[in-house]
């Protein structure tokens, strides 16, 4: 059109700028605006605001900034639709306190501002935590006259679940209901999303059924996050049912629904229905992403076919999947899993060739690797060697290394580990506390072992089974069926339920006879238990 003499209007332009903002090519709406400049065609506020909206979808924040600093200097004055594209770009891309910075100038300016303007700065606060001032911006809103929305609610109730705050979200939920606004699919999801997480499934399904009472209309996410919560509470089979039950309502499954299951199949051992997930997911002409194919590399691995595993990651390069740090991760677990530590260590060196620096979780990976094989001198080099190069060791790391030493019986070892995290101020968990009881009951120390139980009770870790368990079998090899059975109570009342392995140490030096007294004697303390519960409730 340039080339025939024909100049387009400024509408033209902006026109053509929306459509490569839509399509992410910023390069090509970079020389627009310079050819717009070139022939003399002045930029709108349509025109900032779009080459805006560009920058900011990509990330490129400080250019976002420097055209608005230049729109200002050829006085075409930022209007609210401006400062809110700014705004949603700089949340998230973590600028928070600049995106707030904006805020205080809009008003200074006198322009209005909405919903829209705090939205991307309470999701902002939120993912990262700052749960406390994401409330303060909502309320912050309210007083400058902006009314929340769904929008408003929805993103602060997804931060309160991602962070396990499911009164408060439920809360939030219901502040919703009472100022008239209704609940759309993404409120349902974000909540069933909560529970999920923390293995409520039965107030998931509750949500579940109240969407559908609402006449809203769930969709595959909604049906994701349940299956996803169903397989985090090893129920695979219900999984399975809600997976044919989106099928028979018209909700295609998609590459995440088959991923999840697949990775479900393989954490239960079954690699065969693993695989014929994937297999399901191929016939149905879904093309695996990054995440199915790093799932059915770990399926791969842990059949010991590292050749497969291989093979898989070629093809995922050649779908243009180009091996990753979680990629070589999965690898080097992989292979420490099997025992193939000699290739796990190449892999490190490899990684390190291609441009990937290992990380905690690579270093986690091999080191525990090692201490399964008993060899805790490599082990101690390994970790020695990540502090080195100033990778920082997480929980895990520290409580693979109690684990190992414990398990040795070579508890002075494990303890300089355990007091060292703590002066590096990394919480031991209730699996750290579990691998120091376990090791002093094996060499026969019970009131040391008692000392890091009331220790983790102390810190605010609630005991589990297994804390219990190891108690109750050392009590019982000492003969001490008294202190036992104490346990034994005190893990019903609080609720923490016995498994085969906790009945069996307790009746293991028992005969016969002894045995079916027992099993009544328990059965007894169990009814008592729940008729105390339901007295104190």
């Not at 016939?283 to 590399?297: C, F, H, N």
């Not at 009131?447 to 009590?475: C, H, V, W």
Request: glycine share 6%.
């Amino acid at each position: 059109m340039v080339g025939k003499g024909i100049l387009p209007d400024v509408k033209n332009c902006n026109r053509i700028l929306r459509i490569l903002r839509d399509k992410k090519l910023i390069v090509k709406a970079r020389v627009i605006y310079r050819t717009m400049e070139e022939f003399g065609i002045k930029p709108t506020i349509v025109t900032y605001n779009t080459l805006l909206d560009s920058y900011c979808k990509e990330g490129e924040m400080q250019q976002a900034l420097e055209l608005l600093a230049e729109m200002c200097r050829r006085e075409c004055f930022p209007n609210d639709v401006t400062y809110n594209v700014l705004i949603n770009g700089l949340s998230k891309n973590g600028e928070l306190e600049q995106a707030k910075g904006l805020i205080e100038k809009m008003l200074k300016l006198g322009i209005e501002v909405s919903a829209h303007t705090y939205n991307p700065l309470i999701s902002g606060y939120c993912s990262k935590g700052l749960l406390v001032e994401a409330l303060g911006i909502e309320e912050e809103m309210e007083v400058r006259g902006a009314s929340p929305t769904v929008a408003t609610y929805n993103a602060m109730m997804y931060g309160l679940c991602k962070w396990g705050k499911m009164v408060d979200a439920k809360r939030q939920f219901t502040e919703m209901v009472k100022r008239n606004l209704h609940p759309d699919v993404v409120s349902y999801n974000t909540l069933i999303y909560g529970y999920c997480r923390l293995g409520n499934m039965k107030e998931a399904l509750l949500l579940f059924e109240e969407l559908q009472y609402r006449d809203a209309v769930p969709n595959a996410i909604t049906y994701n996050t349940l299956i996803d919560g169903a397989c985090r509470n090893g129920d695979l089979e219900f999984a399975q049912h809600l997976k044919d039950e989106m099928i028979n309502r018209g909700i295609p499954p998609d590459v995440y629904t088959y991923t999840i299951l697949a990775n479900a199949s393989c954490k239960v051992g079954d690699l065969c229905l693993a695989e014929s997930f994937f297999n399901e997911m191929l016939r149905k002409g879904l093309e695996p992403d990054r995440v199915s194919y790093s799932t059915r590399i770990v399926s791969q691995l842990k059949l010991g076919d590292a050749g497969m595993a291989v093979g898989l990651q070629e093809e995922m390069l050649a779908k243009g999947f180009p091996p990753d740090l979680i990629t070589y991760n999965i690898f080097v677990h992989g292979l420490g899993k099997v025992g193939n530590l000699e290739e796990a260590c190449d892999l490190l060196q490899k990684m390190v060739h291609n441009g990937f620096l290992p990380d905690h979780v690579t270093y986690t990976s091999i080191i525990h690797a090692f201490s399964e094989m008993g060899q805790l001198r490599k082990a101690r080099e390994l970790f020695y060697e990540m502090r080195s190069k100033g990778l920082v060791p997480s929980v895990v790391t520290y409580t693979v290394l109690i684990h190992a030493y414990a398990g040795q019986g070579r508890l002075q070892m494990a303890g300089t580990y355990f007091s060292e995290m703590q002066e590096k101020n990394i919480t031991p968990n209730v699996i750290t506390y579990n691998a120091l009881i376990n090791g002093f009951c094996r060499v026969r120390n019970i009131d040391q072992a008692y000392k890091f139980f009331a220790l983790m009770e102390m810190r605010g870790i609630i005991p589990n089974k297994y804390s219990y368990t190891i108690l109750i079998n050392e009590n019982c090899n000492r003969g001490d069926w008294q202190a036992a059975l104490r346990l034994y109570i005190e893990m019903l009342s609080r609720d923490v339920q016995p498994d085969f392995v906790t009945h069996s140490a307790l009746m293991k030096h028992l005969n016969q006879d002894y045995k079916l007294h027992a099993v009544q004697l328990l059965e007894d303390l169990i009814t008592e238990s729940e008729e105390f519960a339901s007295a104190v409730t």
